[in-house]
């Protein structure tokens, strides 16, 4: 058996990940899952196909029993507002998983709450990367909130989010309480100069 698993950009569809979540629901030793670039919910880069959730989700119960996995990476996979909000759930009861990648995944701002509510329960995450999914600032307004709560997030990508001034203020008050966040990441967003003399 292998610690880390690198399946980035296999054209895996649906099924495949359905194949790959059994595969991790019983896995005592895989620690690292790479599955960046593939179509798990059946829409390609080009936002062509028909979405299907049944990957992620079966991803995302796996996620739920499964007590080794650390890192996953998610980048670019199309998972969608449905597939984050399976994500979510999973992060609310799993206890190991410390690094998640979900770059680039279409999960605009109610994904982006459906992690946030993760994020209050959920204390091992060090390492969460949601950049380039439109969360806007209702999304960063709500992971914000859960940053309040959240005593584990060391690192948060935030990156190219249409996050403007509203987002930065509410992200700028939760950084006041939150004392373990070492690192944050707002790159080419639209924040303007009160967004950014608050942070």
Do not use: F, H
Request: net charge negative; charged share 20%; with cysteine.
């Amino acid at each position: 058996a292998v610690p880390s698993l690198d399946l980035s950009s296999k054209g895996l569809g649906p099924g495949s990940a359905a194949v790959v979540a059994a595969g991790v629901s019983v896995n005592g030793v895989l620690t690292s899952l790479d599955l960046r670039g593939n179509e798990i919910c059946g829409i390609d880069e080009d936002g062509d196909g028909e979405y299907d959730a049944s990957g992620i989700v079966a991803l995302a119960d796996a996620l739920k029993v499964n007590a080794v996995l650390t890192n996953l990476d998610l980048t670019d996979c199309g998972i969608g507002v449905e597939g984050a909000k399976a994500i979510g759930s999973a992060l609310a009861i799993n206890g190991v998983l410390t690094d998640l990648n979900l770059w680039d995944n279409k999960i605009g701002p109610e994904g982006a709450k459906a992690l946030a509510s993760a994020l209050r329960v959920n204390g091992v995450m060090t390492d969460l990367n949601i950049g380039g999914n439109e969360i806007s600032d209702e999304g960063a307004t709500a992971i914000a909130e859960a940053l309040s709560d959240n005593g584990a997030l060391t690192s948060l990508t935030l990156q190219d989010n249409d996050i403007r001034n509203e987002g930065a203020v509410a992200l700028a008050s939760a950084l006041r309480v939150n004392l373990v966040l070492k690192t944050l990441n707002l790159y080419r967003n639209n924040i303007r100069d009160e967004g950014a003399a608050a942070i």
